[in-house]
Protein backbone atom coordinates (compact mmCIF):
# COMPACT_ATOMS: atom_id res chain seq x y z
CA UNK A 1 0.00 0.00 0.00
CA UNK A 2 3.17 2.45 0.78
CA UNK A 3 4.61 1.65 -2.69
CA UNK A 4 1.30 2.27 -4.32
CA UNK A 5 1.07 5.79 -2.26
CA UNK A 6 4.40 6.27 -3.15
CA UNK A 7 3.96 5.21 -6.83
CA UNK A 8 0.69 7.80 -7.11
CA UNK A 9 2.69 11.06 -5.75
CA UNK A 10 5.36 10.23 -8.34
CA UNK A 11 3.13 10.15 -11.17
CA UNK A 12 0.60 13.47 -9.99
CA UNK A 13 2.93 15.37 -8.25
CA UNK A 14 4.41 17.06 -11.57
CA UNK A 15 0.97 17.09 -12.84
CA UNK A 16 -0.44 19.51 -9.79
CA UNK A 17 2.32 21.42 -9.92
CA UNK A 18 1.47 22.33 -13.59
CA UNK A 19 -1.88 22.41 -12.79
CA UNK A 20 -0.98 25.32 -9.65
CA UNK A 21 0.94 27.07 -12.12
CA UNK A 22 -1.23 26.49 -15.21
CA UNK A 23 -4.79 26.11 -15.46
CA UNK A 24 -6.05 25.92 -11.43
CA UNK A 25 -3.98 30.21 -11.10
CA UNK A 26 -6.37 30.94 -13.54
CA UNK A 27 -10.37 32.70 -12.41
CA UNK A 28 -11.97 30.37 -14.64
CA UNK A 29 -10.74 27.03 -12.93
CA UNK A 30 -9.42 28.66 -9.87
CA UNK A 31 -12.00 26.68 -8.06
CA UNK A 32 -9.72 22.95 -8.84
CA UNK A 33 -7.23 23.31 -5.82
CA UNK A 34 -10.45 24.09 -3.42
CA UNK A 35 -11.91 20.70 -4.67
CA UNK A 36 -8.94 18.94 -4.21
CA UNK A 37 -8.39 19.76 -0.51
CA UNK A 38 -12.05 19.43 0.24
CA UNK A 39 -12.11 15.55 -1.92
CA UNK A 40 -9.21 14.87 0.34
CA UNK A 41 -11.05 16.21 3.48
CA UNK A 42 -13.90 14.11 2.82
CA UNK A 43 -12.28 10.99 2.22
CA UNK A 44 -10.29 11.17 5.07
CA UNK A 45 -13.43 11.92 7.52
CA UNK A 46 -15.25 9.42 6.06
CA UNK A 47 -12.77 7.19 6.19
CA UNK A 48 -12.57 7.82 9.83
CA UNK A 49 -16.20 7.09 10.13
CA UNK A 50 -16.24 3.85 8.38
CA UNK A 51 -12.61 2.42 9.24
CA UNK A 52 -13.35 -1.02 11.39
CA UNK A 53 -16.81 -1.51 10.58
CA UNK A 54 -17.12 -2.62 7.11
CA UNK A 55 -15.18 -5.88 5.54
CA UNK A 56 -11.94 -5.45 3.84
CA UNK A 57 -12.53 -7.64 0.25
CA UNK A 58 -9.47 -6.64 -1.88
CA UNK A 59 -10.70 -7.00 -5.64
CA UNK A 60 -7.60 -7.18 -7.50
CA UNK A 61 -9.39 -8.25 -10.83
CA UNK A 62 -11.09 -5.19 -10.97
CA UNK A 63 -9.04 -2.91 -9.44
CA UNK A 64 -6.35 -4.32 -11.62
CA UNK A 65 -8.43 -3.07 -15.02
CA UNK A 66 -9.61 0.06 -13.51
CA UNK A 67 -6.02 0.95 -12.80
CA UNK A 68 -5.52 -0.07 -15.92
CA UNK A 69 -7.68 2.26 -17.71
CA UNK A 70 -6.81 4.90 -15.10
CA UNK A 71 -2.79 4.86 -16.42
CA UNK A 72 -3.94 4.49 -20.30
CA UNK A 73 -5.38 7.89 -19.48
CA UNK A 74 -2.94 9.62 -17.86
CA UNK A 75 -0.52 8.66 -20.46
CA UNK A 76 -2.46 10.19 -22.96
CA UNK A 77 -3.07 13.13 -21.10
CA UNK A 78 0.60 13.72 -19.79
CA UNK A 79 1.97 12.96 -23.35
CA UNK A 80 -0.37 15.10 -25.25
CA UNK A 81 -0.34 17.99 -22.71
CA UNK A 82 -4.88 17.34 -22.17
CA UNK A 83 -5.34 19.06 -19.03
CA UNK A 84 -8.77 17.33 -18.55
CA UNK A 85 -7.35 13.69 -19.49
CA UNK A 86 -4.45 13.61 -17.52
CA UNK A 87 -6.70 15.41 -14.52
CA UNK A 88 -9.65 12.80 -14.86
CA UNK A 89 -6.91 9.72 -15.27
CA UNK A 90 -7.26 10.33 -11.10
CA UNK A 91 -10.12 9.11 -10.52
CA UNK A 92 -9.95 5.13 -12.48
CA UNK A 93 -6.55 5.42 -10.84
CA UNK A 94 -7.76 6.25 -7.21
CA UNK A 95 -10.33 3.84 -7.75
CA UNK A 96 -8.47 1.21 -9.25
CA UNK A 97 -6.50 1.45 -5.91
CA UNK A 98 -8.74 1.67 -3.40
CA UNK A 99 -10.55 -1.84 -5.55
CA UNK A 100 -7.49 -3.65 -5.05
CA UNK A 101 -6.42 -3.20 -1.27
CA UNK A 102 -10.18 -2.77 0.07
CA UNK A 103 -12.67 -4.02 -2.13
CA UNK A 104 -15.84 -3.16 -3.22
CA UNK A 105 -17.46 -2.38 0.12
CA UNK A 106 -15.00 0.38 1.18
CA UNK A 107 -15.81 1.97 -2.57
CA UNK A 108 -19.27 1.84 -1.78
CA UNK A 109 -18.80 3.92 1.43
CA UNK A 110 -16.39 6.22 -0.05
CA UNK A 111 -17.75 7.03 -3.55
CA UNK A 112 -18.65 10.85 -3.15
CA UNK A 113 -14.99 11.60 -2.78
CA UNK A 114 -13.94 10.37 -6.00
CA UNK A 115 -17.01 11.55 -7.87
CA UNK A 116 -16.71 15.29 -6.42
CA UNK A 117 -13.32 14.69 -8.06
CA UNK A 118 -15.16 15.36 -11.35
CA UNK A 119 -15.52 19.19 -10.28
CA UNK A 120 -12.03 19.64 -10.23
CA UNK A 121 -10.92 18.45 -13.66
CA UNK A 122 -10.71 21.44 -16.31
CA UNK A 123 -13.36 21.48 -18.70
CA UNK A 124 -12.48 21.19 -22.46
CA UNK A 125 -12.24 24.79 -23.91
CA UNK A 126 -14.54 23.79 -26.97
CA UNK A 127 -17.14 22.74 -24.89
CA UNK A 128 -17.00 25.89 -22.28
CA UNK A 129 -17.68 27.68 -25.43
CA UNK A 130 -20.76 25.94 -26.41
CA UNK A 131 -22.21 26.12 -23.35
CA UNK A 132 -21.18 29.68 -21.98
CA UNK A 133 -22.38 31.79 -24.74
CA UNK A 134 -26.32 30.74 -24.51
CA UNK A 135 -25.61 31.14 -20.60
CA UNK A 136 -24.28 34.71 -20.57
CA UNK A 137 -27.10 35.60 -22.59
CA UNK A 138 -29.44 34.57 -20.22
CA UNK A 139 -28.08 35.78 -17.34
CA UNK A 140 -27.11 39.21 -19.21
CA UNK A 141 -31.33 39.31 -20.35
CA UNK A 142 -31.95 38.56 -17.05
CA UNK A 143 -29.86 41.47 -14.96
CA UNK A 144 -31.50 43.61 -17.70
CA UNK A 145 -35.14 43.11 -17.37
CA UNK A 146 -34.84 42.85 -13.64
CA UNK A 147 -33.18 46.50 -13.57
CA UNK A 148 -35.52 48.00 -16.03
CA UNK A 149 -38.72 46.77 -14.03
CA UNK A 150 -36.72 49.30 -11.08
CA UNK A 151 -36.35 51.89 -13.35
CA UNK A 152 -32.93 52.12 -14.03
CA UNK A 153 -31.64 53.08 -17.58
CA UNK A 154 -30.22 50.31 -18.72
CA UNK A 155 -29.68 48.50 -22.10
CA UNK A 156 -28.43 45.21 -23.18
CA UNK A 157 -26.37 44.28 -26.55
CA UNK A 158 -25.87 40.46 -26.96
CA UNK A 159 -23.29 39.92 -23.56
CA UNK A 160 -23.31 43.73 -23.05
CA UNK A 161 -25.45 46.01 -20.87
CA UNK A 162 -25.22 49.38 -20.87
CA UNK A 163 -26.25 51.48 -17.68
CA UNK A 164 -26.47 55.25 -17.45
CA UNK A 165 -22.91 56.32 -19.35
CA UNK A 166 -21.39 52.62 -18.77
CA UNK A 167 -20.84 49.65 -20.44
CA UNK A 168 -20.51 46.02 -18.72
CA UNK A 169 -19.72 43.37 -20.66
CA UNK A 170 -20.74 39.93 -18.73
CA UNK A 171 -16.69 38.05 -18.96
CA UNK A 172 -17.43 34.12 -18.79
CA UNK A 173 -16.07 34.41 -14.74
CA UNK A 174 -19.36 36.23 -14.19
CA UNK A 175 -21.54 34.08 -15.45
CA UNK A 176 -20.29 31.31 -17.79
CA UNK A 177 -19.75 27.58 -17.45
CA UNK A 178 -17.22 27.73 -14.52
CA UNK A 179 -19.21 29.17 -12.19
CA UNK A 180 -22.59 27.28 -12.40
CA UNK A 181 -20.02 23.82 -12.24
CA UNK A 182 -18.31 25.35 -9.54
CA UNK A 183 -21.57 26.36 -7.50
CA UNK A 184 -22.98 22.78 -8.76
CA UNK A 185 -20.00 21.18 -6.77
CA UNK A 186 -20.99 23.49 -3.61
CA UNK A 187 -24.85 22.20 -4.19
CA UNK A 188 -23.43 18.55 -3.87
CA UNK A 189 -21.54 19.23 -1.04
CA UNK A 190 -24.10 20.97 1.08
CA UNK A 191 -26.23 17.82 -0.23
CA UNK A 192 -23.54 15.11 1.56
CA UNK A 193 -22.96 17.50 4.28
CA UNK A 194 -26.46 17.00 5.42
CA UNK A 195 -27.48 13.65 4.33
CA UNK A 196 -31.17 13.77 4.34
CA UNK A 197 -33.07 10.20 4.17
CA UNK A 198 -35.55 11.23 1.60
CA UNK A 199 -34.25 10.18 -1.79
CA UNK A 200 -36.94 12.61 -3.47
CA UNK A 201 -36.01 15.88 -1.28
CA UNK A 202 -32.37 15.20 -2.28
CA UNK A 203 -33.25 14.50 -6.07
CA UNK A 204 -34.89 17.37 -6.41
CA UNK A 205 -32.79 20.05 -4.68
CA UNK A 206 -29.89 18.28 -7.08
CA UNK A 207 -31.90 19.81 -9.60
CA UNK A 208 -32.91 22.62 -8.39
CA UNK A 209 -29.12 23.30 -7.86
CA UNK A 210 -28.70 24.24 -11.59
CA UNK A 211 -31.42 27.10 -11.45
CA UNK A 212 -30.12 28.09 -8.26
CA UNK A 213 -26.56 28.70 -9.73
CA UNK A 214 -28.14 30.90 -12.57
CA UNK A 215 -30.18 32.87 -10.21
CA UNK A 216 -26.97 33.60 -8.31
CA UNK A 217 -25.21 34.45 -11.76
CA UNK A 218 -27.74 37.34 -12.00
CA UNK A 219 -27.47 38.41 -8.55
CA UNK A 220 -23.97 39.23 -9.17
CA UNK A 221 -24.29 40.58 -12.18
CA UNK A 222 -27.06 43.09 -11.06
CA UNK A 223 -24.85 44.02 -8.18
CA UNK A 224 -21.83 44.80 -10.58
CA UNK A 225 -23.94 46.92 -12.64
CA UNK A 226 -25.05 49.20 -9.69
CA UNK A 227 -21.71 49.75 -8.18
CA UNK A 228 -20.74 50.76 -11.46
CA UNK A 229 -23.71 52.86 -11.95
CA UNK A 230 -23.64 55.06 -8.36
CA UNK A 231 -19.84 54.95 -8.14
CA UNK A 232 -17.94 54.68 -11.24
CA UNK A 233 -16.43 51.94 -13.28
CA UNK A 234 -13.67 51.88 -11.31
CA UNK A 235 -15.40 50.93 -8.31
CA UNK A 236 -17.19 47.98 -10.43
CA UNK A 237 -13.72 46.87 -11.97
CA UNK A 238 -11.34 46.97 -8.34
CA UNK A 239 -12.41 44.96 -5.09
CA UNK A 240 -15.99 44.77 -5.58
CA UNK A 241 -15.69 42.75 -8.49
CA UNK A 242 -13.80 40.33 -6.40
CA UNK A 243 -15.76 40.57 -3.68
CA UNK A 244 -18.84 39.77 -5.87
CA UNK A 245 -17.54 36.28 -6.80
CA UNK A 246 -18.32 35.96 -2.67
CA UNK A 247 -21.67 37.56 -3.62
CA UNK A 248 -21.89 34.82 -5.76
CA UNK A 249 -21.59 32.13 -3.45
CA UNK A 250 -23.49 33.30 -0.36
CA UNK A 251 -26.28 34.26 -3.02
CA UNK A 252 -26.29 30.63 -3.84
CA UNK A 253 -25.97 28.91 -0.34
CA UNK A 254 -28.67 30.94 1.29
CA UNK A 255 -30.79 30.09 -1.99
CA UNK A 256 -30.08 26.38 -1.48
CA UNK A 257 -30.98 26.56 2.35
CA UNK A 258 -34.15 28.57 1.37
CA UNK A 259 -35.24 25.87 -0.98
CA UNK A 260 -34.22 23.25 1.21
CA UNK A 261 -36.43 24.44 4.08
CA UNK A 262 -39.01 24.62 1.35
CA UNK A 263 -38.14 20.97 -0.14
CA UNK A 264 -38.38 19.67 4.08
CA UNK A 265 -42.18 20.60 4.42
CA UNK A 266 -43.07 19.70 1.13
CA UNK A 267 -41.45 16.50 1.97
CA UNK A 268 -42.82 16.09 5.24
CA UNK A 269 -46.80 16.02 4.14
CA UNK A 270 -45.88 13.68 1.55
CA UNK A 271 -47.16 9.89 2.76
CA UNK A 272 -45.96 7.55 1.00
CA UNK A 273 -42.43 9.12 1.26
CA UNK A 274 -39.63 6.31 0.93
CA UNK A 275 -36.52 6.43 3.03
CA UNK A 276 -32.86 5.24 1.57
CA UNK A 277 -30.63 4.29 5.01
CA UNK A 278 -27.34 4.83 4.59
Known amino acids: MALALIGFAIMYVPSFIDLFNGAWSSDDNGHGSL ?10 SNWREVAGTIRIAPAPVAGWLVLL ?13 IDTIEVASIIPVMVGLVLMFLGWPTLRKLWFPF ?8 LPGVFVQAITVPLKTGVSYAAENILHWFGYPIARSGVILVIGQYQLLVADACAGLHSLFSLEALGLLYMNLVRHKSW ?6 AILIIPISLSANVVRVIVLSLVTY ?9 FVHGFAGMV ?15 LRI ?9 EVRA
Open 69 to 81: IGFALYFIGRSQT
Open 35 to 44: ILAVSAWLLW
Open 200 to 205: FRNLLL
Open 266 to 274: GVAQVPDNR
Open 230 to 238: YFGDEAGQG
Open 115 to 122: FFLVFMVP
Open 248 to 262: LFIVALLLMLGVDSI
